[in-house]
Structure formats: C-alpha cells, structure tokens
T-cell receptor, first 109, second 117 residues
Framework: AQRVTQPEKLLSVFKGAPVELKCNYS??????LFWYVQYSRQRLQLLLR??SRESIKGFTADLNKGETSFHLKKPFAQEEDSAMYYC???????????FGSGTKLNVKP | GAVVSQHPSWVICKSGTSVKIECRSL??????MFWYRQFPKQSLMLMAT?????????EQGVEKDKFLINHASLTLSTLTVTSAHPEDSSFYIC?????????????FGEGSRLTVL
C-alpha cells in the first residue's frame, strides 16, 4: 500500500538558516512525488514536483529511490517561507494523490 | 492558473440532516475530481475519486452511503454528507486536474468546514 511519511510535525529555524523537510514514501510502482505548500489562510498549491527538477522559491527536492525519500531543502530560509508543507505521491493508476501528514515550517526573525 | 471553487466555505447543521458541498472547476474541464477530508493538525485523507458520468470510487474505510458523490458534468462534483453526525465535522477539500494539458498538478478548492451540532 502507498504511504507518505513526514516525520516532523513542526520545524522551527531562524531566518537565513538551512532547512530540510523530510519525506519518505512507500509505493510498489513508479510514483511521482510532489511538494505542496499551504500559506496561512490560503489553499494548497503546488510548490514543486520531482520530474521537473527545478528550484522554486529557492527550494529543491531530489528523489532518492534507494532511500525512498524526497526531502525538501532550502539553503537560506526566509520568514515568508513559514507555512505548512505537504509531501505527496501520485500513483500510476487513476491519478490518485496521497499526502503526508504535513510539516509546519516556522521561520523566526 | 486553473481555479477550483468550493461552496459553501463553511456550514453548520443539526445532527441527522444532510449537507451538500459543491466543487467547481471554473476555467477548465475535469473528468476526475478528488475529495479529501482533513482533521485538525492532520493530513489530507483521500476519501474518494469522483468520475464524471460514472460512479465514484471510494477509498477503503469510507462509507459510500454516508458520503454520496455525484459528478454530473465536467465542471461540477458534489459531496453530500447524509444523516450527518458530530463525528462528521471536518474540513472537506476537493481538487481536480485539467483534462487538457495535464501536468500532474492538482488544483485545490478553498475547502469547506462542516460543523455538525
């Protein structure tokens, strides 16, 4: 069965510090991995996806199939990065998306 | 970008009544829409996949008679919580992807908060 695990419920860092939000997954097929973000009082929105291999707002994420991980990283956190971050897995059937429990990132001034 | 709208944003109802939540894709067509339920400080739990013109497919453990889903057009899916009870109180979120130019991205509605008294 598919599963997405985000072990940290809350991550607090100071502005300018590096940040890494962990995500591990379990899936028998070939999944696509995504990071979605929810800023305060806004709806969920896509941050980045593994197939595009791009950096969005300074964030990057590399899919490590050996470790079944898709950790989100940013070298220098900004206060505006404070939000809820969800790691998501899209299965290869019916386009279903499964989400991790989310990590709240709090960037302190 | 693609916009998904939910209505109502919040609703309070008495125990035993039924509540309908609408999910609309405003500027694109979506054969498939998804309904999620979010408990406080928890993840989004996929409840069901809504398929236009056919029956919804429900995730394990989700009562199909309790949560009725209708996807009558390519831009509208509805979730009806039947005979609601306080334990059904939650935040319900729908999402969809455009039929054309699918990029793998889900677009989310703003969510509907249901409180059952």
């Amino acid at each position: 069965a598919q599963r997405v695990t985000q072990p940290e419920k809350l991550l607090s860092v100071f502005k300018g510090a590096p940040v890494e939000l962990k995500c591990n997954y379990s899936y028998s097929g070939s999944p696509e991995l995504f990071w979605y973000v929810q800023y305060s009082r806004q709806r969920l929105q896509l941050l980045l996806r593994h197939i595009s291999r791009e950096s969005i707002k300074g964030f990057t994420a590399d899919l490590n199939k050996g470790e079944t991980s898709f950790h989100l990283k940013k070298p220098f956190a900004q206060e505006e990065d404070s939000a809820m971050y969800y790691c998501a897995l899209r299965g290869d059937n019916f386009n279903k998306f499964y989400f991790g429990s989310g990590t709240k990132l709090n960037v302190k001034p | 970008g693609a916009v998904v709208s939910q209505h109502p944003s919040w609703v309070i109802c008495k125990s035993g009544t039924s509540v309908k939540i609408e999910c609309r894709s405003l500027d694109f067509q979506a054969t498939t829409m998804f309904w999620y339920r979010q408990f406080p400080k928890q993840s989004l739990m996929l409840m069901a996949t809504s398929n236009e013109g056919s029956k919804a497919t429900y995730e394990q453990g989700v009562e199909k008679d309790k949560f009725l889903i209708n996807h009558a057009s390519l831009t509208l899916s509805t979730l009806t919580v039947t005979s609601a009870h306080p334990e059904d109180s939650s935040f319900y979120i729908c999402s969809a992807s455009p039929n054309r130019g699918f990029t793998g991205e889900l677009f989310f509605g703003e969510g509907s908060r249901l409180t059952v008294l």
